[in-house]
């Protein structure tokens, strides 16, 4: 049984909710991805902010990124994996919700992502390919 920690990115970096989109925009920038996972000052997943977040929910609206906090993108609760979880549910919970990452938890702690391009890597063409065309009509980032 392949399962989400066999896929996963793991040691995924977290934004504080305290801080700004600039912090999260520069981690985004040395860490090479465009979303990070929004943790809260009780050590819990609170969602995820993705660079389209950044451009369409602070810059287009006129919001200052310097100011602007993670926190206020955090929106509704954010959908989750467990770390031992089996590769189809993360599949299904993925097109279920229209996702394209999933944080991975363990003993309610963030232990990894699984991104598109991890299926692409770790899982056979026609599961990729089944997964990319269920969810490109509605597409969307958010994991809440």
Do not use: W
């Amino acid at each position: 049984m392949t399962t989400a920690r066999d896929i996963m990115h793991p040691r995924a970096e977290c934004i504080g909710e305290d801080q700004t989109l600039i912090d999260a925009a520069r981690m985004m920038r040395d860490l090479g991805v465009g979303a990070l996972p929004i943790c809260g000052n009780d050590q819990k997943l609170h969602g995820i902010i993705t660079d389209r977040d950044i451009v369409i929910k602070c810059l287009a609206e006129g919001k200052d990124p310097r100011s602007c906090r993670a926190s206020e993108l955090a929106q509704g609760k954010p959908y989750y994996t467990d770390a031992n979880a089996d590769v189809d549910d993360v599949l299904r919970q993925m097109t279920q919700h229209k996702i394209k990452r999933l944080p991975v938890i363990e003993n309610h702690q963030l232990v990894g992502m699984i991104s598109e391009a991890d299926l692409a890597q770790n899982l056979p063409e026609e599961k990729v390919a089944d997964f990319v065309e269920a969810i490109k009509s509605g597409a969307s980032d958010r994991t809440a």
